[in-house]
């Protein structure tokens, strides 16, 4: 049934697609691979006519950024409100632990997963799960039952991994080597701009509402789904890594569809590979100050409608964090790695000096001495300290999280190998996301959790530092990233036979046919 899907989606596109791509599809019998003839090296370069055309890295990593713009940009808001919207955080941390649990485990796979299907399948199973978790915090407001909230999560944890996995693929992999922090920034740019429409949306729906009011009401789940719902539609318009050509003419990929056993055995070297290894503490470190920063910062010192405008200016400091990242990553200095060097430098002051501030913010109050709820418009010199303290952390963040994908992008050039590292990221990432929501349902001591999230971080800066010194090399963009050692550096298995090599001996055949 998939691959008939597949199939299905693929004649759509060649009607309509074909004046814009050109080329003639061939799909090989077993259905693993397909490939364009006459294009049997991605390093084949074809013209380039603009930048602006359909299948250019431009328009498919600013789609690829709308449809996260929707679907994780909308969630990055709901969740961001703190407890979901909810006066009581404990339906949402459960929902958010049952998410990362299972994110941690699908996230891994996910890589896998967009290889086989491509990424309009995976994509748009993906975007689904998103609309049904904001849904079940409408059942919440009318039932107060966590049990439909914990089922979405679930899934939605499942379904993130795949669109995550095909983000991180299409991020880092479509941009030639010279601007990939530069892609990095436009897609984070567009991605954010979700969470601070999103922001918007309980901002404005709420503003009016009854000072004592800490639930959301309907029409702010409603209007969530709604835009989660146009992502998943937009995600049919992203197209096979085989059909995109990079900025320089060459393709970056002619794999169309791979298979289980190499996908099984390529994920399974992850876990060798001394590369990966080295990004897992700021893997697990990127999502774990979210629990923090939205439910014991956000949530816990202002009051509704403030929690909204808040909100708005975090996800709105992450698109300033993005471009301030992404021009050191690419435009700083000649040498790429030393550009790397100076990224993680900035990023890891910027990172000391914010949790000093949030330090000394902390200590001002407690679980056993809360803090009275602040109002954007009422509370003046008050509010406007917090207020810059929550803005830094969404800087932070956006800065962390940019040079991490920068490095992985760095790894690799190729969509197959970058869609592995990316879903064993985010994979990691989930896991720790998982245990700090716990963290914050389990009401450790809100000192303790800074602490925390301050160590993890700054543990982060100097692996990541001798990772871009040991394993980035110095290019002018002509030459790809050294793909050969995509995993642990182990000879491929004699089960590859079905897999890349089959491709090339089937190239090889019809050359001399």
């Not at 941009?175 to 922090?181: E, L, Q, S």
Request: net charge neutral.
């Amino acid at each position: 049934m998939p691959f008939a899907t597949l199939n299905l989606l693929e004649m759509f596109d060649d009607g309509w697609q074909k004046a814009l791509l050109g080329g003639n599809r061939h799909q090989d019998p077993g259905n693993s691979f397909s490939f364009d003839i006459g294009e049997e090296e991605a390093a084949a370069k074809v013209p380039v006519t603009s930048p602006f055309r359909y299948n250019s890295p431009l328009v498919q990593v600013s789609l690829i950024g709308l449809v996260c713009f929707c679907c994780t940009g909308m969630f990055n808001a709901l969740t961001g409100m703190g407890g979901g919207g909810q006066v009581n955080p404990d339906a949402a941390n459960n929902a958010n632990t049952a998410l990362y649990t299972t994110f941690s485990i699908f996230g891994v796979l996910g890589g896998g997963v967009y290889n086989i299907f491509g990424p309009k399948v995976t994509l748009a199973m993906g975007c689904s799960t998103y609309v049904l978790y904001a849904g079940s915090f409408l059942y919440y407001n009318h039932q107060q039952d966590q049990t439909f909230a914990i089922f979405a999560g679930v899934l939605l944890g499942i379904g993130a991994s795949f669109l995550w996995a095909g983000q991180g693929a299409i991020m880092t992999s479509y941009p030639t080597a010279t601007r990939k922090g530069t892609y990095i920034s436009l897609f984070w740019i567009i991605f954010n701009f979700g969470g601070v429409i999103g922001g918007l949306i309980p901002f404005i729906l709420n503003y009016h509402r009854k000072e004592k009011a800490e639930t959301v009401n309907d029409m702010t789940y409603i209007v969530f789904m709604c835009f989660m719902s146009a992502g998943t539609l937009i995600s049919l318009t992203i197209l096979s890594p085989d059909r995109v050509v990079k900025d320089d003419g060459t393709h970056c990929t002619n794999i169309k569809y791979s298979n289980v056993t190499t996908e099984a055995i390529e994920i399974l070297k992850l876990f060798c590979n001394w590369k990966l290894r080295l990004i897992i503490p700021a893997a697990w470190a990127s999502n774990f100050f979210y629990s923090y920063q939205f439910d014991n910062v956000n949530g816990l010192m202002f009051n509704l409608r403030s929690r909204g405008f808040n909100n708005v200016f975090y996800w709105g400091a992450q698109m300033i964090g993005s471009v301030g990242i992404g021009y050191i990553l690419d435009f700083s200095f000649k040498s790429r790695r030393t550009r790397g060097l100076v990224g993680v430098g900035i990023v890891a002051v910027l990172g000391m000096v914010i949790w000093a501030g949030g330090l000394a913010n902390q200590l001002n109050y407690s679980f056993d001495k809360p803090p009275n709820r602040l109002d954007f418009k009422r509370c003046g010199s008050d509010f406007a300290g917090q207020f810059v303290l929550y803005f830094s952390y969404g800087l932070l963040d956006a800065m962390f999280q940019c040079l991490v994908y920068w490095v992985i992008g760095a790894l690799a050039d190729t969509s197959e190998i970058l869609s592995r590292y990316a879903g064993f990221y985010k994979g990691v990432q989930s896991a720790g996301a998982a245990v700090a929501w716990q963290v914050g349902k389990k009401k450790i001591p809100l000192l303790n959790q800074l602490i925390v999230n301050w160590v993890l971080t700054t543990l982060s800066y100097p692996l990541l530092a001798v990772l871009i010194y040991k394993a980035v090399k110095d290019t002018d963009g002509s030459k790809p990233a050294e793909d050969d050692d995509t995993a642990s550096g182990l000879p491929p298995p004699a089960s590859m036979k079905d897999g890349y090599k089959e491709l090339e001996n089937s190239i090889t055949t019809e050359k001399n046919g």
